[in-house]
């Protein structure tokens, strides 16, 4: 009996997530230019060519995968919250920032690659989650808006690298750097819940 629709839409759906899983893990484990296709296709048990029926190239499945990753962060941070929805938010990202580990490794590694960084640049710009950041805090902290929109980016991308690059026997523990900056926030903004 023939797939239906569905079923043929979920196979493609469960593939094309497969190869980002496959390469997102090779990709934080030995960094993007030293990952192949057929390394990818290898890991994730595949033929090469099936890789190109989902993306056009390695450039471009990378950039799904840090598309897919920042959306889940741009979901947990909206223009209209409040400010007590905003430190929650935090929380709920430390979490999925330990949850996806490889992800947060990866977005670091290439962030610190000058040619990469011009391409990641441009995508980001086209991700909601900078115009929705920008619009909170003027919203919140007007004329202190990049101030205090610079102090979070800078708390969450040294909570991401702690958080990514830590092992278990770190000096650092993540759940006591979490709560640190939790409480931080909520000092700073006078929240009690």
Do not use: W
């Not at 690298?161 to 750097?177: G, N, P, R």
Request: with cysteine; proline share 2%.
């Amino acid at each position: 009996m023939p797939r239906t629709k569905e079923q043929n839409e979920a196979i493609r759906t469960e593939k094309r997530q497969l190869i980002m899983d496959s390469a997102l893990q090779l990709f934080a484990e030995n960094g993007f230019t030293h990952t192949s296709i057929d390394k990818i296709a290898a890991h994730a048990k595949i033929s090469k060519g099936l890789i190109y029926n989902y993306f056009e190239s390695k450039d471009d499945l990378l950039c799904q995968i840090l598309i897919s990753g920042m959306q889940t962060i741009s979901d947990n941070f909206r223009p209209e919250m409040t400010m007590e929805d905003f430190v929650a938010g935090i929380e709920k990202i430390f979490d999925h920032i330990v949850e996806n580990r490889d992800f947060f490794k990866l977005y670091t590694i290439i962030t610190v690659q000058p040619k990469v960084t011009q391409n990641l640049s441009r995508l980001l710009s086209e991700n909601t989650f900078r115009d929705n950041a920008a619009i909170f805090f003027k919203k919140h902290f007007g004329e202190q808006a990049m101030q205090e929109l610079t102090l979070y980016s800078v708390i969450s991308k040294g909570y991401s690298i702690i958080a990514a690059f830590s092992d278990q026997q770190s000096v650092i523990s993540v759940e006591m750097l979490k709560k640190t900056v939790i409480d931080f926030m909520k000092e700073r903004y006078n929240i009690t819940f």
